[in-house]
């Protein structure tokens, strides 16, 4: 039973009989949490297997499967709402996921949308069950003595004493995931602690999420210790002016003179003065040195501790936090909503560059406290030291002011990154979070995915150890769910069939499942149909033999919907077109830069079946809107297909990431190359805007994109024509 995320709240009871009642279960978790620190706020219990809520009067066999019951069986406890519990505001995004899922009404059963796939209990977990049971059910479950059972608790009880017990093992980042600057020479100083060091993944990795969570677990101890520093320090500085104020009255009542009228007695009070004036004197350079010393441990170690304890580790620490949690569980519902409604796409597009740069931004402000931590330290020591007049230690070049050297090169490194374009990836060196389908109930689980030596891996947020999905890629097959009818209901899918058994994923938008496609391609065996060849020597597709082509499947927008933008004659044949205008690049680069784009990216052609091949394209556009930056991403697919040997067919979709209402259109573009002779075509260009949302503004943007598509489809018909005059070669 999980009565929370932390893993002391975590209670085994093992050999529970099916007839006991839910409450009970409930009762007994929370009654053994409590012997050790108070449980946690709780209103019911939840399997974690099919997602239900359970029935808390209901007995157990009642309400689990037959086939777990006699096996472990998870639960999760569901904690009070905030209107219950106004305090619990510190909840994670995983906790405020789930409470809105499950409502408090537990007579009624409700599943999650995708229900959770079973896995075995890690490591850790079985740490924690151990830890948890008592010396009489270790002596029932395992047979074995009382005595032993004592001995083995008391040995647990010991190995989980450290605070380091339960840290997960970091599997050791690739290449890709981890910083160019990890080779620093920071690693070649053997005094320098391995944990925590400096943040430096740049992509939000199940191990970049394992390191924070463990360097977030490792500030408070050492917030806590320098907390009691600061406090001694301010007891000395109360002390201190305490007896600086004695030593100043001591030192003027030994230097007040001493009167007497007896000869004798003058003569003893003349002799003390003497004998006492050195002390009295001396108490006067006790006094500065000793005001200097509490100057320097007000201005130099008090009051710079002080501000790092409440700004840095303080409000700073926590508002980046709460951004990035914020920004995780927004990308998160959106992800989990895209995957069932292709309304989301947009929304999913648009938070993926906020949480990247949330990200970022705590990935820097870990970096920045560890180092302004680190000087602070060096600097405060220093300091002090010099005022004391103690003998400082000879920098060797290994010391602490090496380490410091070393590590603020890195942090210096680490502050020059930028934020990632989530949807700009490299697809030689593709990696991100997918949903791995199961085929056969369907259930979904989201996993990190790469390509590492030839075969594709995934990675669950809570394991340390990867999964190999396909052993060799290049003996797979790569395609699109619509291609394969048994998954064509799953959007953004892509299936990966290795001698006959499918593994199927899912993409959170279509670009990002074209670009998954594109990149697993290349690993995979060579397609049926080479994508540069020459079309009309690749297979006569007017030949009665061949069954109907499949059309292209990218457009949303209805049929009726396309209007003409441009229209005319190219002095040239079909199969030229093709091989001047499509295969070659050289075209749609100058086109694009004529329009003023930049970061031009174009990806090879790939084919993806039914004589359909398909390309991304990627590129930085300017506009002319007064609520843009000036500049705008666009993120674009292509497809085009041979129809016949006289006829080619090309589709594509464009999204302008950076405009108004960016994410809540597309622009839909449709060509038509029909050959008219044997040296020449005729080009028809149409357009059309999908809306994935509604929106007041839609006239406007119809509109505006219309005009836009008229001036670019003319000027390509334009720059077509003059490349068709001067014969050049592509």
């Not at 406290?369 to 405060?380: E, P």
């Not at 007017?542 to 009726?560: G, M, W």
């Not at 060509?671 to 503004?697: H, L």
């Amino acid at each position: 039973v999980h009565l929370s995320k932390a893993t002391k709240d975590t209670v085994v009871l093992p050999n529970v009989a099916d007839s006991r009642p839910v409450a009970w279960i409930l009762h007994e978790a929370i009654r053994r949490c409590s012997q050790d620190h108070r449980a946690p706020a709780l209103s019911g219990l939840y399997n974690m297997q099919s997602g239900a809520v359970l029935d808390l009067s209901a007995e157990l066999h009642e309400v689990l499967p037959l086939h777990s019951r006699s096996k472990c069986v998870r639960l999760g406890a569901v904690s009070l709402s905030a209107k219950e519990l106004p305090s619990n505001n510190d909840d994670s995004p995983f906790e405020s996921f789930v409470k809105s899922i499950f409502s408090q009404d537990t007579t009624k059963e409700h599943v999650a949308p995708q229900p959770l796939e079973p896995v075995a209990p890690s490591l850790l977990e079985c740490i924690a069950q151990l830890r948890a049971a008592t010396v009489d059910e270790l002596r029932a479950e395992c047979g074995v003595t009382a005595g032993a059972a004592a001995v083995f608790s008391r040995q647990i009880d010991a190995f989980t004493a450290s605070s380091t017990a339960f840290t997960p093992h970091e599997a050791v980042p690739d290449e890709a995931s981890s910083s160019s600057t990890e080779e620093n020479n920071v690693d070649d100083d053997a005094d320098l602690p391995e944990a925590p060091i400096l943040l430096a993944y740049t992509d939000d990795s199940p191990m970049f999420r394992r390191k924070l969570a463990e360097i977030d677990a490792a500030w408070p101890p050492l917030e806590d210790s320098f907390k009691r520093v600061l406090l001694a320090a301010k007891s000395v500085a109360a002390a201190g002016h305490c007896y600086l104020l004695t030593l100043t009255d001591l030192q003027t009542t030994l230097l007040q003179p001493l009167g007497s009228g007896d000869s004798c007695l003058e003569y003893l009070v003349s002799t003390a003065a003497a004998a006492w004036a050195p002390f009295g004197e001396s108490c006067g350079g006790l006094a500065d040195q000793h005001r200097s010393l509490l100057s320097a441990l007000d201005t130099r170690f008090i009051e710079p501790l002080d501000s790092f304890l409440q700004t840095t580790l303080g409000t700073d620490r926590a508002r980046h936090r709460r951004e990035l949690n914020a920004a995780f569980f927004k990308l998160r519902g959106l992800a989990l909503q895209a995957a069932h409604d292709g309304v989301g796409e947009g929304l999913v597009e648009a938070a993926a560059p906020t949480f990247e740069r949330a990200r970022l931004a705590m990935v820097q402000h870990v970096n920045v406290t560890f180092a302004t931590a680190l000087s602070r330290v060096l600097a405060m020591g220093q300091e002090l030291s010099a005022t004391c007049d103690a003998l400082l230690v000879e920098d060797s070049g290994a010391g602490p002011q090496a380490r410091w050297t070393a590590l603020q090169t890195h942090c210096n490194a680490l502050g020059q990154l930028q934020p990632r374009d989530p949807w700009a990836v490299d697809t030689g060196t593709i990696r991100g979070y997918l949903f791995l389908v199961a085929r056969a109930t369907g259930a979904k689980s989201r996993r990190w995915f790469y390509v590492e030596d030839d075969a594709l891996w995934s990675l669950l947020e809570d394991r340390a150890t990867p999964e190999c999905i396909q052993s060799v890629l290049a003996a797979c097959n790569v395609q699109a769910s619509t291609e394969v009818p048994a998954f064509a209901h799953i959007r953004n899918g892509i299936v990966v069939t290795h001698r006959g058994e499918p593994v199927v994923l899912q993409a959170d938008t279509a670009i990002y499942a074209a670009r998954w496609r594109e990149a697993l391609g290349r690993r995979c065996g060579p397609p049926d149909v080479a994508p540069n060849q020459e079309p009309l020597a690749a297979s006569r597709m007017a030949n009665d033999a061949h069954p109907p082509l499949p059309s292209i499947e990218l457009h949303k927008a209805p049929s009726r919907s396309f209007q003409p933008m441009a229209s005319g004659p190219l002095e040239m044949s079909v199969a030229e077109f093709h091989a001047r205008f499509v295969t070659c690049t050289r075209f749609t680069q100058d086109f694009l830069k004529r329009r003023r784009a930049r970061e031009i990216v174009l990806s090879d052609w790939r084919a993806v079946g039914g004589g359909i091949f398909t390309r991304t394209r990627a590129m930085v556009l300017p506009v002319e809107t007064a609520l843009s930056k000036g500049v705008t991403r666009v993120q674009a697919i292509e497809m085009y297909q041979q129809r016949s040997e006289d006829e080619i067919e090309m589709h594509a979709t464009d999204e302008s990431l950076d405009v108004p209402y960016g994410s809540y259109f597309r622009v839909e573009s449709k060509t038509r190359v029909v050959g008219t002779c044997a040296r020449r075509c005729r080009v028809e260009m149409s357009m059309a805007v999908y809306f994935s949302k509604s929106t007041m503004f839609k006239g406007l943007i119809e509109t505006a994109c219309s005009d836009e598509t008229k001036q670019s489809c003319a000027a390509m018909l334009h720059l077509m024509q003059a490349y068709a005059s001067a014969k050049e070669d592509a």
